[in-house]
């Protein structure tokens, strides 16, 4: 059974020529010109040849579009497909690059190994999103943006999801954690928006406990008590949960308390020079304070240089990942050599 949902995505067909069509319930004047007609239902039709060359001419008319209600759709037809609002319209259009990525999946998951401090050995890999054609370049930051100025957020957070879970197949051992990003404001139920991801964890035999959902970096958190209600749902089916970038924006300390996650991700400032940066040692040791009075395990990431990992494993921090340990690489790393890290 196949789950979708009308937030995860706005449906929209590309057509490089063909037919636009403008749409007001109000009594407005119309705002573009050139040659159209008009029909019944007062629905303004245009002929375009060159998609690049509307778009341009629409941001003309940007202001307008959007203050009186204008909607927009397009065709290869001279019957419209579903109107959307003018605003998102051209987003879509502006971003259709993106959006055809993020409809086709075009994206696969490369991996970045996590270790664990009191041994230095293998603890898991944070899933990170690149192209799926190595001669392309995805800016993760910039997918995402693309995807919530066009509506396109939830089908990029949910594929992301299904591509970090696959990826696991035929080189991820059973018992290694993989850590996976996850959009809070794109789960709008998340008893209903989540079974999805529960039907791929099923379908692949993944031990949900392998499995760390972390809120990712540059998500602004407004409702607490929704997000408590996701990492409740991940929670419930046997999976961890983990805050990132304790001490950047939402994640304070005093966050910890209230939503409880397994693991805090330390937001990579607070490490860069730790092993000298006073500052930085005072917060380490303050965040390890209250994650063990709270038993919740502490991950260090940005680790840069020896001597960081150094300091992170001589105050009690639980485990780190960053460039010194290993870069994201499509494959999993080889077992790491004994001592490498000393």
């Known amino acids: 059974m196949e789950y979708t949902c009308a937030n995860c995505g706005v449906q929209m ?52 579009l959007i203050k009186d209600g204008w909607t927009c759709s397009l065709n290869c037809s001279d019957h419209p497909a579903a ?33 664990d401090l009191s041994d230095l050995s293998l603890y898991g890999y944070e899933s990170l999103l690149r192209a799926g054609d190595d001669r392309k370049r995805i800016n993760p930051g910039e997918l995402f943006e693309a995807a919530s100025l066009t509506g396109f957020h939830s089908m990029l ?6 591509s970090a879970i696959e990826c696991r197949q ?27 991801t529960f039907k791929i964890v099923n379908e692949f035999g993944v031990n ?8 990712v970096e540059t998500e602004k958190i407004e409702d607490v008590d929704h997000l408590r209600s996701v990492l409740d749902v991940y929670k419930r089916e046997g999976m961890k949960v983990a805050l990132d970038d304790v001490g ?21 400032s607070f490490i860069d020079h730790c092993d000298s940066v006073m500052e930085n040692q005072t917060f380490l040791r303050q965040v390890m304070k209250v994650a063990n009075e709270l038993d919740i395990l502490v991950l260090a990431e940005g680790i840069e240089r020896k001597e960081e990992l150094l ?17 994201p690489r499509e494959e999993a790393m080889a077992p790491f050599a004994e001592g490498q890290f000393v």
Not at 157 to 162: G, H, I
Not at 175 to 193: A, H, M, Q, R, V
């Open 157 to 162: 957070d949910q594929k992301a999801r299904k």
């Open 13 to 64: 067909e590309y057509h490089e020529e063909g037919f636009f069509f403008l749409h007001n319930e109000q009594s407005h004047d119309i705002p573009l010109t050139g040659q159209h007609r008009k029909t019944e239902e007062g629905t303004y039709i245009f002929q375009y040849e060159d998609l690049d060359e509307l778009y341009t001419r629409l941001t003309v008319i940007e202001d307008s």
């Open 248 to 268: 950047s924006g939402f994640a304070t300390v005093e966050m910890l308390t209230l939503l409880q996650p397994d693991y805090v991700k330390i937001d990579r």
């Open 83 to 115: 109107f959307i609002p003018g605003e998102r319209f051209l987003n879509l259009i502006k971003h259709r690059e993106m959006v055809k990525v993020i409809q086709r999946g075009e994206f696969k998951s490369h991996l970045q190994p996590i270790i």
């Open 208 to 215: 949900p406990q392998d499995l760390v959902f972390e809120v």
């Open 311 to 327: 300091f992170c494993k001589d105050i009690g921090i639980h485990y780190a990942q960053g460039y010194f340990i290993g870069k």
């Open 170 to 196: 035929g080189q991820v051992n059973p018992g290694t954690k993989s850590f996976i990003n996850f959009l809070p404001s794109t789960i709008y139920n998340p008893e209903f928006c989540l079974r999805h």
